[in-house]
Every structure is written in C-alpha cells, then in structure tokens.
C-alpha cells in the first residue's frame, strides 16, 4: 500500500475547494499581513492543516488600484502548535513556516512525522519542494540527522516517471 | 508516485518506507498557492471599501440637487447628487433617489437609495449602496442601514445588513453577518470591523473562507 507524505494532502493540481475557518481574521495592510487566530482549520479534500495562528504575510501595493494579481503571497506561518493530516498521514510541531520564495517548508519544535504505525521524531522537519525531499533533524544546532528521506529511484524495473 | 526510502541511522534491516513524495509540488504548496488569489482579492477588496473613507479628506464637494421642496421644517431634495475627489484625485459621485432635511437640524440628513460611485485606476470602479442611510455632518458619521453592498468591476461583492461609518476616524463597523464574495471564492463572517482608513480589517465570528481552485488560476492573470 502506497504511503504518502502528510504533506501530500494538499495537491496544487486538486481543484477540490479550499476552506479556511477561523475565530478572525486580521488583514493589516500596513505590515502587509493577514492573521487568521482561533482554531484554524484549513481543509481541501481529504487533507486538513489545523493551527491556533496562520499568518499569511504579502507583498504588491496597499492601493486599490493594484490589481489583486499583482500582490503575491511571501510566506505563510502558522504557530501555536501545527497538525497537518492527509489520509493516514500526520505530521505535527509548533510552528510551520512555508516560504514561497525557496519553495521550503520547515516545521520545528517537537516534530513528529506519523504513517500508521511508523513515526518519526525530531526537532526540525525541512521539506524542500523543489527537491522532493525532506529531512527531521534532530538536536539543537547540531543539525544530526534522525531520519532521512530520500528519493527512491522507483521500483526496480520501473522507470521513473519525472 | 516514486517512493521514498527511510534509511534509518544507516541500518538496512530498520529502514522504514514510510513516505513517498508525489512527483507534483507537496500538496500542502498546492493548497496555499490555490488559497493566495483568493486572500489577495480580498486584501484589494478591504482596501475598496475604504476608498470611500477618503471622501472626508478633500476640498468642498460640489453639491447639487435637481427639485427640493420645503414643507413644515423638512427640505426634500430629489435625486441629490454630491460629487467631489478623494485624498488620491479619484473622482467618486454620491447620490441618493431622496434626501430629507431637518431646517432645525441641517447637519443631519436622510438618504434614500444611497449609491456612491468610486473611480479607480484605468477602467476600474467600486459602488456603494443602501437602501436607507443616515448622515451626520457634526459627527461626520454616515449609517447605512439596510441592504448595504458594495461592489467593484474586479468582480468583488460585499453584502451586509447595516455598516456604521465614522468618516472622521476613517472606520467601518459592521456589527451584523457579512458575506465578501469574489471571483475565485466567498468569506463570511458575523462582524466586520475596517480600521485606521482601511490599513486593518477585522472579520469576527465564524470567518469562513471558501476558495475555488478551477476559478483562480482562470482569473489569476487579470
């Protein structure tokens, strides 16, 4: 049985609606942000993100004039504690940070990363997009690898599909 | 779908093939970048709401009113219209099927059918409308209190019941339901409150957001 990843829940090509619930909403305009607080929920199809804050910071002009294409979203944080679920798949931590300009997703603080009866702990779980690979970290700065992800070169006799 | 192996501390016999990675972006990159149109049109729309906040800030509006009429202490004017330009030189036009006026209380004025019309950038415009409006010139307060909408040619609609204005203060608050509709999705939530001239909005009360995916990505490029 093919296992995902907990990250694979939430599929760019899905165009399944997104939802978003929260207690507020905050749109500052000035510091360019918006902060959605209070039971979180972000759901798209099968796959669901739950955190106490998401903050969605952005760029492009305040002005009403700027067409809403022209702003562009830098990065998202979501802290208070993070679950994001897709499938049999969970991964938590405090605090999840996707920034858009390096593709990243990097999660820290009690990270663990769940598939059935597999789990895995660490201090910091890094998702590179582009790369498709991530990596828990485990122990302050050391950095020392606890469980690595990596590419499979696909089944044997498989090509792989790229 | 490639498959990703878990070496585990370098140990075969423990290695875990617990995730793979599907060959597409993580889904989770998918759902925000589909949920970033959505909230940067409704970033736009807050900040169309507040465009008419800026009326406050600008020279003498020119004011005219085709037919008024006197009766006892009232002044009805028919089919007023106020038209005038906002702290960014965009002309706005305000106008109203009936206006009534207290000669005892002239600061005060009762609109019927309030439309103000907004200019915006190139072809664009924003509209506001209500039914009922309410407006203080010494407090320089407007209450718009029934069927409130205001909508822009980039396809954005808010609805709500009643909003109160403060021009003075530059805010908005609107203390029943709201709905915020755009092109690649909606928001609700049970209160709305625009702050500072626009530079915060705040949606409380079971803020639900529902963004359309297929519409995004159509609707992205304009």
Known sequence: QQATNAFDGFSSNSDEPVNIEADRLDVRDKDQAA?????????????????????????????????????????????????????DQKATGNTGVFDMASNTIVMTGGVTVSQGPNVIRGDRLFVDLTKQTSRIETGGNTGRVRGLFLPNKGTPGAPPRN | MNDLAIAFDGHAENRLTAFSAARRHSRLVGLLRVGVPGLALLLTAGFLLTSFLDIRSLGDPVFDQSTSAISGSTITMVEPRLTGYNSQRRPYEV?????????????????????????????????????????????????????????????????????DVDLEAGRVTSNEPVAVTFDAGDLKADRMEIRDGGDLIIFQGRVRMKIEPSKTSAKGAT
Do not use: C
């Open chain 2, 95 to 163: 106008i109203a099927s009936r206006a009534e006026q207290d000669i005892a209380a002239p600061q005060k004025i009762d609109l019927d059918q309030l439309a103000a019309r907004m200019q915006l950038e190139g072809d664009g415009w924003a509209r506001l409308e209500s039914s009922r409006g309410f407006f203080d010139n010494e407090g320089q307060t407007l209450r718009l209190n029934k069927d409130v909408s205001v909508t822009s040619n980039t396809g954005y609609h808010a609805t709500m019941n009643s909003a």
């Open chain 1, 35 to 87: 902060v959605f607080t209070g039971n979180v929920v972000v759901t798209q199809g099968e796959s669901r993100l739950e955190t106490k804050a998401l903050t969605v910071f952005y760029t492009g002009g305040a002005t009403a004039d700027a067409p809403a294409s022209s702003r562009s979203i830098r990065r998202l944080e979501a802290d208070g504690g993070v679950v994001v679920i897709s499938k």
